[in-house]
């Protein structure tokens, strides 16, 4: 079982380039960001170099114990108005159940308690009910929706637009983070 005290998040370095690279050509990653197409090496290496110029980003990469798991990304980090949007994943899928959960906890910690943003907003594809249901999880609410904004498939899907407030995710993180320690009682033995 995942314990919360064995992950970091840490910043992102160009030791990770490679692993990001596979992660975000893998199958379980790709199909649901915003551009599923293969992204060659040359266009990741300049996106890459574009968020380390980007003052209004803030991307780490999540450990479980000393190995990389995954990646979140805070975009479009406005400081006048306090808001920002974020995107993530679980590039190994190999991790500890509940390592979404926990990486999730440990970002949005960051982005609200030391950053002190107001509001974090997210975009997803109307079809990754995971993710909907994750968001819902985390405390984020449904704000709007993107009709027919992105095609899959030659198809068009919408795009669900949540948001999560600091206040709401005050009383979301107890709960959060008791239902992680409290999944890990009567696991000692492992």
């Not at 110029?53 to 803030?58: F, M, N, T, V």
């Not at 995107?87 to 982005?111: H, K, V, W």
């Not at 907003?121 to 904004?149: M, P, T």
């Amino acid at each position: 079982m995942a314990d919360i005290h064995d992950y970091t998040l840490k910043e992102l370095s160009r030791e990770h380039s490679t692993l990001i690279w596979e992660w975000r050509n893998a199958a379980h990653v790709r199909p649901f960001m915003n551009h599923d197409g293969l992204i060659p090496l040359e266009e990741h290496h300049k996106w890459l170099n574009s968020i380390a110029k980007d003052a209004s980003r803030l991307v780490r990469i999540c450990y479980y114990q000393a190995k990389p798991i995954g990646f979140v990304q805070f975009s479009q980090i406005n400081l006048e108005h306090q808001t920002c949007e974020w995107g993530f994943y679980i590039g190994n899928q190999d991790c500890p159940r509940r390592s979404g959960t926990i990486m999730g906890i440990l970002a949005l910690e960051l982005i609200f308690q030391e950053r002190q943003m107001r509001k974090v907003c997210a975009e997803i594809l109307d079809f990754n009910q995971k993710s909907l249901s994750y968001h819902r999880k985390l405390g984020f609410v449904e704000e709007g929706r993107l009709v027919r904004q992105r095609l899959r498939n030659h198809q068009p899907v919408d795009v669900v637009l949540m948001g999560l407030f600091r206040e709401q995710w005050k009383k979301q993180r107890v709960r959060l983070k008791e239902e992680v320690a409290n999944a890990n009682e009567g696991n000692n033995h492992r």
